[in-house]
């Protein structure tokens, strides 16, 4: 079998609409040390892939618009070859377009989806927002270094050419959606979605994401509400997300509104009063002013709204 056959014959088994710089590379790589594709030889070299050699078959899958560089990360009346080289990103004409969630997916390997995004796919809110919501690692260099380890392995040859995993400047519309990516330092836990490339926060973790950034879902009053609706169902992945949190406050605001608030009692949560800390000027809700009514018990500004309101 020809060895751009195989490209071809690769990239539609795999499914996915677009493709990075690297990891095409990667597959070409992958392909080259393989010999073969589906039980059958190919006619490949015994060296690696190099610079030129990847460049020369980008060049050709181009030219058959098998691949094209995707429309959204370089527009037509922008994409200029000789300036920018070669596009990172590529759109696979024998493959079905996807949705904003599987292209973001595809080109930041470490992105997910997040706060009120991940609410609405949980069906805990019944906003819907016009941005799709992706956080990705503020450690993005450290993550990227683990990832070529694990891809390449420990036989890899210092010397050969690799195609740069980059971290990529996003359009503010992907898919005719407007997008909105946020740096975390946090490491949650994720799951893949059935059926999908995209990824999103686990579910107790989404929860973690109110308390952290209330703001980017919903605001405080209707994370509390939502914690009212549907804490008690997912209890359990709740406290052992709030357990790996690294974050204090996390714990702290948690628990009020689990025990205090909801009556919920549990040896894990009231673990958490170890946290709690007096004369401090801790907030359930970070982006408002402090205000003198609190939590005795978990040391916590109540200043989600008035002091007349239930909260």
């Known amino acids: 079998m020809k060895f751009d056959d195989a490209v071809h014959r690769l990239l539609a088994d795999r499914g996915d609409p677009v493709i990075t710089e690297y990891e095409l590379f ?21 060296n690696a892939p190099d610079r030129t050699r ?33 596009a990172r990103v590529f759109r696979v004409s024998d493959v079905p377009d996807g949705s904003a969630e599987t292209v973001t ?21 019944n906003r819907i927002p016009e941005a799709l919501s992706l956080s990705t690692p503020k450690t993005w260099t450290a993550s990227r270094s683990a ?34 990516l946020h740096k975390t330092v946090r490491s949650p836990a994720l799951r893949q979605i059935r059926n999908e490339a995209a990824r999103i926060a686990a579910i107790g973790e989404t929860f973690v994401q109110m308390l952290d950034r209330p703001e980017l879902c919903g605001g405080i009053a209707h994370v509390i509400e939502v914690w009212d609706q549907h804490a008690q169902i997912y209890v359990e992945e709740i406290i052992a997300a709030v357990d790996n949190a690294e974050e204090s406050i996390i714990k702290v605001r948690a628990g009020y509104l689990l025990e205090e608030r909801l009556g919920i009692t549990d ?8 946290f709690a800390q007096r004369g401090g000027s801790r907030k359930l809700d970070p982006g408002a002013p ?20 239930p909260y």
Not at 162 to 169: G, I, V
Not at 268 to 273: F, M
Not at 290 to 309: C, H, V
Request: glycine share 6%.
């Open 54 to 86: 990847y460049r020369n078959l980008v060049g050709r899958l181009l030219n058959d618009r098998y691949l094209r560089p995707d429309v959204d990360f370089y527009p037509p009346e922008e994409w200029r070859p000789s300036g920018y080289n070669f």
């Open 147 to 180: 990832k070529i380890d694990a891809d390449y392995g420990a036989e890899r040859d210092a010397d050969i050419y690799l195609a740069p995993l980059a971290q990529l400047s996003w359009p503010q519309i992907i898919r005719r959606r407007p997008v909105v």
């Open 290 to 309: 402090y205000q003198p009514r609190f939590s005795e018990k978990w040391m916590i500004s109540l200043n989600a709204g008035t002091p007349n309101d």
């Open 26 to 46: 990667r597959l070409l790589y992958a392909l080259q040390r393989a010999g073969e594709y589906d039980g059958r030889k190919l006619r490949v070299g015994k």
């Open 105 to 125: 997916a595809l080109v930041d390997p470490f992105c997910y989806i997040s706060h009120l995004s991940a609410m609405q796919r949980y069906s805990l809110t």
């Open 267 to 274: 040896d894990r949560i009231l673990a958490w009063t170890s």
